[in-house]
């Protein structure tokens, strides 16, 4: 087909699917919302309430946002949130502020249990040794058509590795697990040599590509092939390593988790079922979710004059609650969790790193505008929308912040969510292969009408008499 509009081939699909388009803009075109009441249609797999439909089992981590009374009944609690049965707030408090802990629970994650010294130390060898690229992938695979969403350039870079894995078909544990290891390792060089090629191609900046470091953790790496100059603070490589520790996993129900369940059931290939995860966690609804608080903060700074005046910051967030200013959607970014509901325990940690962060950065201001709106907001949301559950800023609230006072750019928030993820992805991919061997195939009820077949020669125009 030709790139010209003015071809009437083209313009005559054009013409068909922007009627198509009408019509399911029209009444006509739309499902009656009753009907999924009628066959009691779980939509978003949640029922009225909420709460996600079971469908399946895990022990890679635990999600929990309430207590159980003595009457059996659950009540609003602080959330809690467990990595193979080990509180993180614990993990992080283990690891402590003198060395860096994403490949330790990398570990735990993959393994089911906290490794030894000797262990970890084996394990960081490992993933030492697949912390590079094959010859010439960045110049035949990044390099090539770069994208403008890094998270595209991801999926392309996963799904390229296939072609260079002398065993990329086997479903054995060990094969997956050295697949998993090989995807943990590259993750961080696909995102920041693609960013820096989107860079180069995009925005006219230099091409600079900083090799990853042998001994460095993770975040350390991340930081030193970002920062021009290769420099980072002790603190700026802890609050990397601990906001990774923090996304590394969270339960099997989550959009892109869920993805690895389900495509890992066709018996798909690692690469393939990474990618798919990737391409869920690329939307502005899941993954993305923190570059739309950075956006929100971006307005509220601009528009609100005082930034301790709690009277002027209620009436702005009352605004927003009501389509009035910023993207008028009603919503107050970074605030509600389906599941935590005092709070979130992911934001309390990572808020105590922002504080810590933000003495270091001399952004002591901004961090109390933060913690006003993230208390305020809590209010205007209960009071606006009657709720009975209190609600609480999630992780995405902080993140962003975080990521901005250690100098990494928006367009890898979420290609740094899907680095750390990562880990938790393949554990449930291995979990998958393990314990299932059936598909994933839910159901959907057909509601449309039967059809009798009218021959070419005497249709009418279809999209007028469907």
Known sequence: MKDSLDNASYNAIVEAT????????????????????????????RDANG??????????????????????????????????????????????????????????????ELPTQEQLDAFVDVIDSFTELPDEFTRDIIMKAPSENMMNSLQRGVLSLYSYDENPEELTFQNVLRQSLNLIAKMPLLAVYSY?????????????????????SLAENLLQMLHVDGKYSELEAKVLDV??????????GNNS???????????????????????????????????KVQDMFADIMANIKDWEDEDEIRVYLTRMLDKEVFDHAGLIYGMGHAVYTVSDPRCVILKEYAEKLSVE??????????????????????????LLKPVCANVDFYSGFVYT??????????????????????????????????????????????????????????IDNP
């Not at 922007?18 to 978003?44: C, W």
């Not at 201001?365 to 949301?381: D, M, P, T, V």
């Not at 998958?432 to 959907?444: D, Q, W």
């Open 257 to 291: 988790t869920f993805t690895t369940h389900v495509i890992t059931s066709t018996g798909t290939d690692s690469y393939s079922a990474i990618a798919a995860s990737l391409g869920s966690l690329k939307g502005p609804k899941h993954g993305g979710a923190n570059l």
């Open 405 to 462: 006072m250690l100098g990494l750019p928006k367009e890898l928030y979420t290609p740094l969510f899907a680095t750390a993820r990562v880990s938790g992805w393949c554990a449930h991919r291995i979990e998958e292969l393990v314990n299932s061997n059936k598909i994933i195939r839910p159901a959907y009820k057909y509601v449309g009408h039967h059809k009798g077949y009218t021959n070419l020669a005497g249709r009418d125009q279809w």
């Open 196 to 216: 820096r090629t989107y860079r180069y191609y995009h925005k006219g900046h230099n091409l600079i590509i900083r090799n990853p470091q042998k001994g460095l």
């Open 243 to 252: 906001a990774l520790i923090l996304h590394a996993e969270h339960g099997g």
């Open 51 to 112: 709460k996600g439909v079971l469908t399946g089992l895990t022990e890679v981590s635990d999600v929990n946002g309430y207590a159980i009374d003595e009457e059996g009944k659950k009540i609003p609690a602080d959330g809690q949130l467990y990595y193979q049965g080990y509180n993180v707030r614990q993990l992080v408090q283990g690891i402590g502020d003198r060395r860096y802990g994403f490949e330790e629970i990398s570990y735990l994650l993959l393994f089911g």
């Open 361 to 386: 950065k001399g952004r002591q201001k901004e961090f109390a505008l933060y913690n006003r709106i993230e208390r305020i907001a809590g209010e205007c949301i209960a009071a606006k929308r009657r």
């Open 18 to 45: 922007l009627s198509r388009l009408e019509r399911y803009g029209s009444e006509t075109g739309k499902i009656d919302p009753k009907l999924y009441q009628e066959y009691d249609v779980k939509r978003g797999l």
